[in-house]
């Protein structure tokens, strides 16, 4: 008899089990699902902040080297004028004071010192724009004035007043600039 006893002992546990078990295991299961979906989550959180970290870091290095690159632009341009007189100063010595040995040695002075000066903005990354004889550019030319003329199509540079300069790929100064309209 105890075996019989022991035997409805156990079909009742047994019959017990799953029923209790179940909502257990249904709690367990509930649980770690919630736990992978917070793991996922954390994940992508991780993930985003990474991508987010490297393009503030890309960001950082580029405006760095902008700055580097760019940091002697306001410089350039005060040093701008000085090439303008410069040159502007040796375009006015008539050919007769060029050939006159009281002035020959001053002339080759002032031509070494504007070879000079385009040497160190090439250095620097400073260059000189070319304008004649372009198709007007509003993204580098600024234009004066329009002439008529005949032999040039309309919205070409026929006359460059001042030079215009680009640092690195960067506009420092828009050229001043006459263009050819169609004539009256």
């Keep these: 008899m105890s075996e019989d006893k022991q035997n409805i002992e156990n079909t009742e546990l047994v019959d017990e089990l799953p029923e209790d078990a179940a909502p257990a295991g249904d709690a367990a299961a509930e649980r770690i699902a919630a736990l992978e979906n917070e793991l996922a989550t954390a994940k992508q959180d991780v993930l985003y902040a990474h991508a987010e970290m490297q393009n503030v870091r890309r960001r950082l290095e580029k405006e760095l080297a902008d700055a580097r690159a760019y940091a002697s632009t306001a410089f350039a341009r005060d040093m701008l004028s000085v090439a303008d007189n410069l040159g502007r100063a040796l375009q006015t010595?008539?050919?007769?004071?060029?050939?006159?040995?009281?002035?020959?040695?001053?002339?080759a002075g002032l031509e070494a010192t504007g070879r000079e000066l385009e040497a160190v903005f090439g250095r620097n990354g400073i260059e000189k724009l070319v304008s004649v004889g372009q198709p007007l550019d509003p993204n580098k030319h600024q234009a004066m004035m329009?002439?008529?003329?005949?032999?040039?199509?309309?919205g070409t540079v026929l006359v460059e007043m001042q030079?215009?300069?680009?640092?690195?790929d960067r506009l420092l100064r828009p050229a001043l600039v006459s263009v050819a309209k169609k004539p009256d």
Aim: hydrophobic content about 35%.
């Design 93 to 107: 010595i008539p050919a007769d004071l060029r050939e006159d040995e009281k002035f020959k040695g001053l002339v």
């Design 163 to 168: 030079a215009g300069y680009t640092i690195k």
């Design 146 to 154: 329009e002439v008529p003329s005949a032999e040039a199509e309309p």
